[in-house]
């Protein structure tokens, strides 16, 4: 299936290095739809409820279209970055934490300038019936989210970046109107991809796993 090079990477070394690119996203070099194609046709081996496979794909390349999004996606940032639950404002008091969660409140606000600059734009969807389930929202989740990251380790592997993001999500209904997107399927996140600039990614810093993980009791 593979006809795109991948990177000399191990399991391990992919799944530890899939970043949220941001300011490394190159925005002037054109992406192949065939690439965005053979990522996606690896993402369509992940789970799904039942082997539904509810989901739809929406890549997003035309600059007026991107354009639009871009716009979208600025104002909610800027509603974000002004508001309590912005990164830059957690832990702000911690020595270790705060400054990583001000450099991405930093990062987060160079990618709502850009977005629309992005030369591809992956929306992944779900078709779950025009109200969302009052129980078992996991199951609807868990079709969708498993698939969309594998895009985007695949997207790594091929020397792709991507960024996970979803603050466009609280104005779903207008591009949902925008792309055609019809009633009933859901927004999971919107995935800007783009070549990226320098050499590699590194691990991240991240909390010890003692602090979180539990055996046979809480
Ligand atoms: C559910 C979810 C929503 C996110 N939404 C956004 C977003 O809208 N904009 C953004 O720039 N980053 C967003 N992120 C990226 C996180 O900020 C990022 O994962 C975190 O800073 C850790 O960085 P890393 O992914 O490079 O390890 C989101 C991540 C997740 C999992």
């Given amino acids: ?10 399991p391990d070394e992919l799944l530890t290095t899939t970043r949220t690119v941001r300011k490394r996203l190159d925005t002037t070099r054109e992406v192949p ?6 990522c996606l046709e690896v993402a ?6 039942s082997n539904r496979q509810g989901w739809q794909w929406m ?24 508001s309590q639950a912005s990164a830059a404002k957690q832990f702000v008091d911690d020595p270790d934490r705060g400054p990583v969660q001000r450099r991405i409140g930093n990062s987060v606000a160079w990618l709502g300038e850009h977005m629309g600059e992005v030369p591809v734009l992956v929306i992944p969807c779900i078709r779950g019936g025009v109200e969302l389930p009052a129980g ?20 790594r592997a091929r020397g792709l970046g991507t960024a996970w993001t979803t603050l466009h999500l609280s104005r779903e209904a207008e591009v949902a109107e925008l792309l055609g997107i019809p009633e009933g399927f859901h927004q999971a996140a919107l995935l800007p991809t783009a070549y990226f600039t320098g050499e590699t990614f590194k691990p991240a810093p991240r909390e010890p796993l003692d602090s979180v993980l539990h055996v046979d009791r809480w």
């Fill in 1 to 10: 299936m593979t006809s795109y090079p991948v990177l000399d990477l191990t």
């Fill in 33 to 38: 739809l065939e690439l965005i194609r053979e």
């Fill in 44 to 49: 369509l081996q992940a789970p799904s409820g």
């Fill in 59 to 82: 890549v997003v390349t035309e600059p007026a279209l991107r354009a639009r999004i871009g716009d979208i996606y600025r104002e909610e940032v800027e509603k974000y970055l002004a």
């Fill in 136 to 155: 078992n929202q996991a199951g609807l989740w868990g079709s969708i989210l498993p698939a969309a990251w594998s895009y985007s380790l695949a997207a």
